[in-house]
């Protein structure tokens, strides 16, 4: 039985300092970054990957280069992905998870916890387990195109608490556990990319019938 607590880990969150929140949201990034780098444009997927790099960098630095962050944010915001209007299509899909790449970057600008009573969070767990459910309805429509395995929402709640425990309580990151957190978030990476061609599947079934 899962004893996961999303309001828990959202309260804990709240009171992260800013290095911890750059580190969980580059680590959200890292975990759909496959989805960037098969199904967006090739300069669009280059530009993200640079983006989350300098991110990941900026956890080991003793200071944050938030010109450089504007700077990647802005050029992420203008990609050709960003002028999708129809939400069912793969394109709309691009942009849902790019926004991760764009909140790791507003991390490394500047952060401030949301407003007290509002159900917003510091890092987009929410946003992730969102795209992990996804990923849940379209395996359980399709069972032929997917091997079994466990829920990918569920997998994404174990990590979230796994991520959290590990920068709890560290205010100066260390390389092997930026390390770790890159590993721990690969690890979910590579369920989204397996899993890839059946969400595909999914938005375009209705189109093939």
Known sequence: MSTYDYEAIRRETRNFHQRQIVALSAACAE????????????????????SLDFVWRSVLRDDFDSGQAATLKEKLESTPEWQCEELDTIQATVVS?????????????????????????????????????????????????????????????????????????????????????KDEATTISRLFEEKLPVLCFEHISDFVK
């Open 31 to 50: 975990k759909v970054a496959p989805m960037v780098h098969y199904l967006a444009t090739p300069s669009t997927w280059a530009l993200a990957r640079a």
């Open 97 to 181: 998870v790019l926004n991760f790449f764009v909140w790791a970057l507003e991390s490394v600008i500047t952060y401030s916890p949301p407003p007290e009573g509002e159900r917003g969070e510091s890092v987009g767990f929410s946003h992730m387990l969102t795209t992990a459910e996804e990923f849940d309805v379209a395996i359980a429509r399709f069972r032929s195109l997917a091997e079994p395995t466990s829920e990918m929402a569920e997998a994404e709640q174990n990590s979230q608490e796994r991520l959290v425990a590990m920068v709890r309580g560290q205010l100066k990151l260390s390389e092997m556990l930026v390390t770790s957190m």
